[in-house]
T-cell receptor, first 111, second 112 residues
Framework: EDKVVQSPLSLVVHEGDTVTLNCSYE??????LLWYKQEKKAPTFLFML????IEKKSGRLSSILDKKELFSILNITATQTGDSAVYLCAVHLDYGQNFVFGPGTRLSVLP | NAGVTQTPKFQVLKTGQSMTLQCAQDMNHEYMSWYRQDPGMGLRLIHYSVGAGITDQGEVPNGYNVSRSTTEDFPLRLLSAAPSQTSVYFCASSLDGAYGYTFGSGTRLTVV
């Protein structure tokens, strides 16, 4: 069974802290790994990763994929209260439009 | 540019009732999907479409029907609502199906 696991499930930090969110996967046919941020409603796309070792960066957020060890991390530096959200990891399987989502990490950034 | 529009935002149904959740996108995206989100379980794919007239099942298709008669619209039909279908439903679309999907704002459905 295809599975995506995220850790921690919940995290509370203070503004200015750096956080690392983890995503590991066990799937039969890997195509890509995606990160989304979900605030109150709709998830919004952050990154898509297909190759190992190549960091994707957007402002204070960065992510990297390790296809040998089957995991990805999402780093957020100098966190702000606006980073408070659920961060979702998803794996796109290499057939059809099958995406397997993890349960998400709920990040709370306190002022 | 509206993006992905879902209606209604909230709905309460009685067990056994049927209804259609509407989804429309104005980005000319070929790929559209329906997900349900339950606490602690992440998003699970119900059905998806890779273009008008083409649909396929996802992970949890039972109890739901879809059709795609136009590129813009992808309605989700609940045939006979059950309490287990209480969830938040998201519609999403993508230009090429490989890059990130754009999600609608969701429909919170409660079946009593």
């Amino acid at each position: 069974e295809d599975k995506v696991v995220q850790s921690p499930l919940s995290l509370v930090v203070h503004e200015g802290d750096t956080v690392t969110l983890n995503c590991s996967y066990e799937v039969t046919n890997f195509r890509s790994l995606l990160w989304y941020k979900q605030e109150k409603k709709a998830p919004t796309f952050l990154f898509m990763l297909t190759s190992s070792g190549i960091e994707k960066k957007s402002g204070r957020l960065s992510s990297i994929l390790d296809k040998k060890e089957l995991f990805s991390i999402l780093n957020i530096t100098a966190t702000q209260t606006g980073d408070s959200a659920v961060y979702l990891c998803a794996v796109h399987l290499d057939y059809g439009q099958n995406f397997v989502f993890g349960p998400g990490t709920r990040l709370s950034v306190l002022p | 540019n509206a993006g992905v529009t879902q209606t209604p935002k909230f709905q309460v149904l009685k067990t056994g009732q049927s209804m259609t959740l509407q989804c429309a996108q104005d980005m000319n995206h070929e790929y559209m999907s329906w997900y349900r989100q339950d606490p602690g379980m992440g998003l699970r794919l119900i059905h998806y479409s890779v273009g008008a007239g083409i649909t396929d099942q996802g992970e949890v298709p039972n109890g739901y029907n879809v059709s795609r008669s136009t590129t813009e619209d992808f309605p989700l039909r609940l045939l006979s609502a059950a309490p287990s279908q209480t969830s938040v439903y998201f519609c999403a679309s993508s230009l090429d199906g490989a890059y990130g999907y754009t999600f609608g704002s969701g429909t919170r459905l409660t079946v009593v």
